[in-house]
C-alpha cells in the first residue's frame, strides 16, 4: 500500500459542482500539504498544515477549501469549480525534523468541463 | 516572482552521457535543495538532496553540486538511462523559527534520453 493515497485518481465535473479531493497517509507525519501542477508552471502550493488544529493558505489558495480531519487525513475541496481548476492535484506529507523530504500522493487529475 | 528557477524546460541526452540539469535561486536564506524525479501519471519521487552546508552529494549514478555564492544548484547524472527520461523538479526550502520552511519548486526540466 502507498503511504500517500489520494482518491479519487480521475475526476471530470461540471462547472459549478463541488467536488472534494481526499488524501491519506501512513507515514505518521504531521505536515500535510496540497500542490497543483499545471503545464510549465511547476508545482504550487495550495494549503498546508503543519498539525489538525493548523491550516494554512500557500501561494494559490482563492477557489479551494481544505479540512484536516485526522492527523492522517486532509482533504481539498473546490466549492464551485471552475475550468481553469483542470489540474494535476498532488497531496504530500512532510516530517518536522531539519533537512526532511516531502512524501508524494499519485495525483488526482481534475477536469472541470 | 519565482524563487527557484530552471530555466531550460526539456533536455534531450545520448543514452550512456552525463545528464546535466540545473537550477538557481534567488532567496540566499534557502538552506535545504532537493531533487525529485516524476513519470506520467504518478506524483513526484525524491531523488537527492543537499544541505547548504555542502556542495557535493553524491548517490550512485546521482550527484548534486551546489554553488551557493552564485545561488545554483546542478543534478548531475552519469550514465544517463532511458529510464532517466522523466520530469525533473528542483525544490528549496528554509530553516526558521525552530522548522523547516515549505518546499518551492521550479517549473521543471523534462529529462528524454535517448538509446
Known amino acids: 500500500d502507498a503511504d500517500v493515497t489520494q482518491t479519487p485518481r480521475n475526476r471530470i465535473t461540471k462547472t459549478g459542482k463541488r467536488i472534494m479531493l481526499e488524501c491519506s497517509q501512513t507515514?505518521?507525519?504531521?505536515?500535510m500539504y496540497w500542490y497543483r501542477q499545471d503545464p510549465g508552471l511547476g508545482l504550487r502550493l495550495i494549503y498546508y498544515?503543519?498539525?489538525?488544529?493548523?491550516?494554512n493558505k500557500g501561494e494559490i489558495s482563492d477557489g479551494y477549501s481544505v479540512s484536516r480531519q485526522a492527523q492522517a487525513k486532509f482533504s481539498l475541496s473546490l466549492e464551485s469549480a471552475i475550468p481553469n481548476q483542470t489540474a494535476l492535484y498532488f497531496c504530500?506529507?512532510?516530517?518536522?525534523?531539519?533537512?526532511?523530504?516531502?512524501?508524494f500522493g499519485q495525483g488526482t487529475r481534475l477536469t472541470v468541463v | 516572482d519565482q524563487q527557484v528557477k530552471q530555466n531550460s524546460p526539456s533536455l534531450s541526452v545520448q543514452e550512456g552521457r552525463i545528464s546535466i540539469l540545473n537550477c538557481d535561486y534567488t532567496?540566499?536564506?534557502?538552506?535545504?535543495f532537493l531533487w525529485y524525479k516524476k513519470y506520467p501519471a504518478e506524483g513526484p519521487t525524491f531523488l537527492i538532496s543537499?544541505?547548504?552546508?555542502?556542495d557535493k552529494n553524491e548517490d550512485g549514478r546521482f550527484t548534486v553540486f551546489l554553488n551557493k555564492s552564485a545561488k545554483h544548484l546542478s543534478l548531475h547524472i552519469v550514465p544517463s538511462q532511458p529510464g532517466d527520461s522523466a520530469v525533473y523538479f528542483c525544490a528549496a526550502s528554509e530553516y526558521y523559527g525552530g522548522s523547516q520552511g515549505n518546499l518551492i519548486f521550479g517549473k521543471g526540466t523534462k529529462l528524454s534520453v535517448k538509446p
Open positions: 504530500a506529507t512532510r516530517g518536522t525534523g531539519m533537512n526532511t523530504e516531502a512524501f
Open positions: 507515514k505518521g507525519h504531521d505536515r
Open positions: 543537499i544541505s547548504s552546508i555542502k
Open positions: 498544515s503543519f498539525d489538525v488544529k493548523d491550516i
Open positions: 532567496n540566499s536564506m534557502f538552506d535545504y
